[in-house]
């Protein structure tokens, strides 16, 4: 057969429809309920078999349905009312006028229709730009063009997890070519051991900030290259390895060649580190630089974020495998290979010499680096304390910014209506505001909880549709499929439990004492019921044996049609789940999960917590929002541990959750159950939106990464060349300087509340001046290990210069509170961008 040459044909949609085809090119529909609700209204039947993508919709409306439409007075009215709010909401304003944050990740999650995450990092890094579009902060996301995506899941007839690639069409989705001047889509090229990989360039509009996408699936490469972006985190290491660099520094050289203005480069986990050594060749090009100032400029004007504590989702290469790539680089970007392997794997790494560590590397590529929760900054401190020796634990540059959820993209239809109501107008792009928190105070509580059932009926409502599809897959029998149509019940509390099936989120320690749970399941008085959902990684066998495990139970006679394990968890199962369930399930071991952002999806909705004190909700937790599981100890012994979580977990439920569920002493639902949805509500809106998040990262980190650039490049980079000239010089000192330690004026061991006494240290600084360092008293109150837990520093002020490179510094201690106190002297460099340097230019007192 003769090549075919292919076309699409399509209705002719009226002219006086054209926004519909614009605004289902543009993603901002998907969190504005309006737009939701146009698209819907257009022809319903049609939009749930599009699976909610509004491009296929247009794609399958009849010619006579389009024309209907448009002589549709209520329905124009309805569309030129959203197209009002899309040219306020959501036009992009061009990214050269002013430089844009570059926001790297390896996979986002915007909407079901689109295959490109697997989970909570992609889910989180699509809240990202949405919050960017709302707050106007100029920013652009560079990811991969993955054909076939993430696997659809479903179980076969022994519930163990199958995988299944299907290719996306193409021509459905909203995305489009980004062209040259001359009409010609651009290509970017990147050099690897067997040749050139080439991958053009699409583009999809979300909101204001656009998302750019790198697709090698072209006809000059060959078969091997075409499938680096076939599937999200498929194939083997060296696949891992070569989305990595198309994703780094492919989307550098993508950035420069669509002509965007960037000044600030954001890693999203360290798959993206690759980006800092393109970025690193264009500056020394560009400035005619060094390779160690181009360094510091980037590095100046680079944000870091690592989003797991688990050693596993820490990206590791052996070196054997990473070299031959980075020597394919090395012409093209004028890096050694050796050069970049170090900045990977630090002498002090134990022994970890045949390995070279993408965070590792994303940390030294980056002045600003943080974990995404309290604790998750304590415990990634605590994690890679090795590359700064020396260095106190709590004064790591490793800081935190907590997650936040995108709520609007994440509200119940129910819910949106009610707070469009009852809440102060600002809510939708402000909900932390004192006015939208004082608002949420005047929802009526029979409101509040209509909405909630609501949704949980619609939950109810999709368990059922999707139990009866997975039966009839599997060729079960009709009586199966019966009991499929009458799973769960509105009546009972639900609890849900989704998540990826990683072996430490413990998917299974509610089932951990069955007799237990039966008894808690049973209870005809108060009924409970539970709906789990979530994937395994195609390569952890230990998660879908959870998985298999989980419906073993839920096929117990005594509890048929009470516990359901849902298959293919998405975008869309997600929302039904964090909208409808009543309780919220996250059982993790602790302190391993960074964030969890779906508990915050939940609670926005109004479904209390039942949760281990890790991740957020270590912060989260108030008491009048939910229930911890414990009282957040850690364990050394696992076994122990589950058993003694489980058994919380049981006796919260027993004592706690269940009898404020079913007290109902007057009318039909329980009041406390509604004011903890209030609260849940509540404090989720103040602290846990992502529309907070990304004006934290804005203002902690892109306007100062900004700033930075903007001084770094000024006079042919003059700063960072003297930078980097005394930073040589302290290089070349460092290791000889010595400081005495501090002696007092005057004993004091025992002191009272406004003494005070002077202290002295004598240093000798081989040439270099007391006004390169800084010679600080380090102290604080000691524990019973005596050790400091709380760093406080002071700075001794120099006092005589004593000749032949030494001087004496002193300064006066006083007592301001009581309490048992230690303290100790160091030098450090005085130049703040010198202070998190890896290792650290760090000298105690001897």
């Not at 001047?181 to 360039?201: D, H, T």
């Not at 989003?307 to 052996?318: D, I, L, R, S, Y």
């Not at 509170?817 to 303290?823: Q, S």
Request: charged letters at 25%.
């Amino acid at each position: 057969m003769k090549k075919l040459q292919l076309f699409n044909v399509s209705a002719s949609i009226p002219e006086s429809l054209n926004f519909l085809e614009t605004l289902s090119r543009n993603m901002w529909w998907c969190w504005n309920l309006d737009a939701i609700e146009l698209f819907k209204r257009i022809e319903p039947a049609l939009w749930k078999g599009a699976n909610s993508n509004p491009l296929k919709l247009l794609n399958f409306v009849s010619q006579e349905r389009f024309d209907a439409l448009a002589v549709d007075e209520s329905f124009m009215k309805h569309l030129n009312r959203v197209k009002e709010m899309y040219e306020k909401e959501a036009v992009w304003t061009t990214p050269n006028k002013e430089p844009v944050t570059a926001y790297f990740s390896l996979e986002f999650g915007i909407h079901e229709s689109l295959k490109l995450y697997s989970g909570g990092l992609g889910v989180l890094a699509g809240d990202h730009l949405k919050s960017a579009s709302d707050l106007k902060i100029p920013l652009v996301g560079i990811c991969l063009l993955y054909r076939e995506g993430y696997f659809t899941q479903y179980l076969n007839n022994d519930g163990f997890q199958q995988e299944k690639y299907t290719a996306s069409e193409i021509y459905n989705l909203p995305i489009k070519e980004v062209a040259d001047k001359n009409g010609n889509q651009i290509i970017i090229s990147v050099e690897l051991p067997e040749g050139v990989l080439k991958a053009a360039v699409w583009e999809l509009n979300v909101g204001r900030v656009p998302l750019y996408f790198l697709d090698s699936n072209l006809a000059e490469n060959p078969p091997e290259f075409k499938d680096i972006t076939a599937r999200l985190y498929g194939g083997d290491r060296k696949m891992r390895i070569r989305q990595e660099i198309l994703l780094g520094i492919g989307g550098i050289k993508m950035l420069e060649k669509v002509g965007i203005n960037y000044s600030v480069c954001h890693m999203n986990e360290g798959h993206a580190a690759f980006l800092g050594l393109a970025r690193i060749s264009g500056l020394i090009k560009k400035y005619n630089i060094s390779i160690e100032e181009a360094l510091e400029i980037n590095r100046r004007s680079t944000v870091f974020t690592t989003h797991t504590p688990v050693p596993a989702g820490n990206e590791v290469f052996k070196k054997e495998l990473i070299l031959p790539h980075l020597k394919a680089l090395e012409k093209s970007l004028g890096i050694p290979a050796e050069t970049v392997i170090s900045r990977g794997q630090p002498a002090s790494a134990s022994g970890k010499t045949d390995e070279v560590s993408m965070t590792v590397l994303g940390l030294n590529l980056a002045q600003y680096c943080n974990g995404v929760s309290k604790l998750h900054g304590v415990v990634a401190r605590d994690m890679w304390s090795y590359l700064w020796p020396g260095l106190p634990v709590d004064e790591l540059p490793i800081t935190h910014i907590t997650n936040g959820i995108h709520h609007l993209s994440w509200l119940s239809i129910e819910n949106i209506l009610l707070f469009n109501k009852y809440l102060d107008s600002a809510w939708q792009n402000s909900p932390g505001t004192q006015k939208v928190l004082n608002s949420i105070n005047k929802i009526p509580d029979n409101e509040l909880w209509l909405a909630h059932t609501h949704s949980k009926a619609r939950l109810v409502r999709t368990v059922r549709e999707r139990a009866e599809i997975q039966c009839m897959n599997r060729n079960a029998s009709s009586g199966e499929v019966e009991k499929a149509n009458n799973v769960l019940s509105n009546e009972a509390l639900t609890i849900g439990f989704a998540r990826r099936f990683a072996t430490y989120k413990r998917a299974t320690l509610i089932f951990r004492d069955f007799d237990r749970l039966k008894k808690i399941l049973t209870n005809e008085k108060q009924p409970v019921q539970l709906v789990v959902a979530g994937k395994a990684h195609p390569a952890d066998e230990g998660g879908k044996a959870l998985i298999q495990k989980i419906v073993e139970f839920s096929k117990d006679p005594e509890i048929s049609g009470k516990v359901v394990f849902l298959e293919d968890y998405d975008i869309r199962l997600a929302r039904r789940l964090v909208q409808g369930v009543d309780v919220w399930l996250n059982t993790p071991e602790r302190p391993r999960e960074a964030s969890g952002t779906s508990g915050m999806k939940a609670a926005a909705n109004g479904v209390l917590n039942l949760s281990i004190l890790d991740g957020w909700w270590n912060e989260g937790f108030d008491g009048k929002n939910g229930w911890a599981i414990g009282s957040g100890e850690d364990y050394d012994n696992p076994e122990y541990r589950d058993t003694k979580e489980a058994q919380a977990l049981y006796n919260t439920l027993e004592n706690e959750v269940i009898p404020c569920f079913f007290y109902k002493k007057s009318g039909n639902f329980s009041k406390k159950w509604v004011a903890m949805m209030r609260d849940s509500i509540s404090k989720t809106f103040h602290c846990f939106t992502s529309n907070r998040m990304v004006a934290d990262y804005n203002t902690m980190f892109y306007k100062n990464a900004k700033e930075n650039f903007s001084k770094s490049v000024k006079e042919n980079c003059a700063i960072i060349r003297d930078f980097v000239n005394y930073r040589e010089k302290l290089e070349t000192s460092w290791s000889k300087i010595k400081l005495s330690s501090p002696a007092a004026d005057k004993e004091f061991s025992k002191n009272y509340v406004g003494d005070s006494f002077e202290l002295t240290a004598e240093a000798y600084l081989d040439g270099l001046s007391h006004d390169d360092v800084e010679v600080q008293i380090y102290y604080g109150r000691v524990d019973f290990n005596n050790k400091i837990a709380i760093s406080c520093c002071g700075i001794m002020e120099p006092a005589e210069d004593l000749g032949d490179g030494k001087f004496t510094f002193k300064y006066k201690f006083k007592c301001s509170e009581t309490g048992r106190y230690g303290f100790s002297a160091r030098i450090i460099p005085k130049a703040l961008e010198l202070k998190n340097s890896i290792p650290p230019f760090l000298k105690w007192a001897e």
